[in-house]
């Protein structure tokens, strides 16, 4: 008889990229809460005392690294620094990124280059390393890409953002050929629109919230919580036959219009 489902991560460690705020803070408690032992990263070292506080007083292990994912120095020194101090890493959530809002015209080469850079080219890097050292050599792996609902739709003034996007759901379907047979499973999960620091001015503007709420077919905007069930299941044993593949945790908002057409 096959046992039953718990998404319980117990025994497995977790490497979580930009865990000093927003998503990818509410990302790795939800990982400690389920069992997991937990490396945690960002730029600055300091941002991460508090969170590596509430991870260890769960009764899980917590190492903070520095993690710089547009540096490929700083990759290979952080994955580095966690080979000398933990024997494995069975969970990659692939979370730091950012996002430059620009009407198209006024986009420049380094706005470009900031953005595509750190959500393309630092989630393929920060893999790539930690498939290397450590999934591949013990057969196991699950890589979560952080995507967005801009995977599939356009969103005016997002162009860059938009690109980076949807070049990670594209790159996530090649490396789930490249490393299925080492037993790594990589998927994409895929926010719709949460209120933190990194679009906090979109929140502050009533009308957009009103316009945005009209659209999703769930009625209101994502909360924290709403994310935590499909990154159990991505994490998990449980999801050992899914990989490739894009997870929208958006309230439906990536279906298209939620208007009925008018009669006649
Ligand atoms: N909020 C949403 O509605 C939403 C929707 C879809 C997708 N997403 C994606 O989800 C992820 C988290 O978003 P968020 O809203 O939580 O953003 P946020 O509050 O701005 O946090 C971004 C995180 O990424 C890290 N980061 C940024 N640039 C980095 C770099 N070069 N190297 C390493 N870490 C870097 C930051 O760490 P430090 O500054 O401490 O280094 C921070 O921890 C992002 O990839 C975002 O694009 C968000």
Redesign the pocket.
């Given at each position: 008889m096959s046992q039953p489902h718990s998404f319980d991560l117990t025994g497995r460690t977790a490497f979580v990229?930009?865990?000093?705020?927003?998503?990818?803070?509410r990302f790795a408690l939800t990982l400690a809460k389920a069992g997991a032992d937990l490396i945690i990263?960002?730029?600055?070292l300091a941002?991460l005392k508090d969170m590596e506080k509430q991870v260890t007083d769960l009764g899980r292990k917590c190492l903070s690294v520095e993690?710089?994912?547009?540096s490929m120095d700083?990759i290979t020194a952080a994955v580095a620094t966690a080979k000398s101090q933990v024997e494995k890493i069975d969970i990659l959530v692939n979370?730091?990124?950012?996002?430059v809002r620009k009407p198209a015209t006024e986009i420049t080469w380094d706005d470009w280059n900031l953005v595509v850079d750190?959500?393309l080219r630092?989630t393929f890097f920060v893999a790539q390393q930690v498939a290397k050292e450590f999934m591949i050599p013990a057969g196991y792996g699950r890589i979560i890409n952080?995507?967005?609902?801009?995977c599939v739709a356009g969103y005016a003034g997002l162009a860059p953002?938009g690109a980076s996007?949807g070049g990670v759901k594209q790159m996530t379907m090649s490396l789930a050929h490249d490393w299925g047979k080492d037993g790594i499973t990589v998927n994409v999960l895929?926010?719709?629109?949460?209120?933190?620091?990194?679009?906090r001015v979109m929140y502050e503007d009533a009308g957009w919230v009103e316009y945005l709420t009209e659209r999703i077919p769930l009625g209101r905007p994502?909360a924290m919580d709403d994310l935590e069930g499909p990154l159990l299941f991505l994490a998990a044993e449980e999801s050992r036959y899914v990989t490739g593949q894009l997870l929208l945790v958006d309230g439906g908002i990536s279906v298209g219009a939620t208007r009925a057409l008018p009669k006649k």
């Amino acid at each position: 008889m096959s046992q039953p489902h718990s998404f319980d991560l117990t025994g497995r460690t977790a490497f979580v990229s930009g865990t000093s705020r927003g998503l990818g803070e509410r990302f790795a408690l939800t990982l400690a809460k389920a069992g997991a032992d937990l490396i945690i990263s960002s730029r600055t070292l300091a941002s991460l005392k508090d969170m590596e506080k509430q991870v260890t007083d769960l009764g899980r292990k917590c190492l903070s690294v520095e993690l710089d994912v547009r540096s490929m120095d700083s990759i290979t020194a952080a994955v580095a620094t966690a080979k000398s101090q933990v024997e494995k890493i069975d969970i990659l959530v692939n979370n730091a990124g950012c996002n430059v809002r620009k009407p198209a015209t006024e986009i420049t080469w380094d706005d470009w280059n900031l953005v595509v850079d750190t959500n393309l080219r630092g989630t393929f890097f920060v893999a790539q390393q930690v498939a290397k050292e450590f999934m591949i050599p013990a057969g196991y792996g699950r890589i979560i890409n952080i995507g967005s609902v801009t995977c599939v739709a356009g969103y005016a003034g997002l162009a860059p953002y938009g690109a980076s996007r949807g070049g990670v759901k594209q790159m996530t379907m090649s490396l789930a050929h490249d490393w299925g047979k080492d037993g790594i499973t990589v998927n994409v999960l895929a926010p719709g629109w949460f209120k933190t620091s990194q679009n906090r001015v979109m929140y502050e503007d009533a009308g957009w919230v009103e316009y945005l709420t009209e659209r999703i077919p769930l009625g209101r905007p994502g909360a924290m919580d709403d994310l935590e069930g499909p990154l159990l299941f991505l994490a998990a044993e449980e999801s050992r036959y899914v990989t490739g593949q894009l997870l929208l945790v958006d309230g439906g908002i990536s279906v298209g219009a939620t208007r009925a057409l008018p009669k006649k």
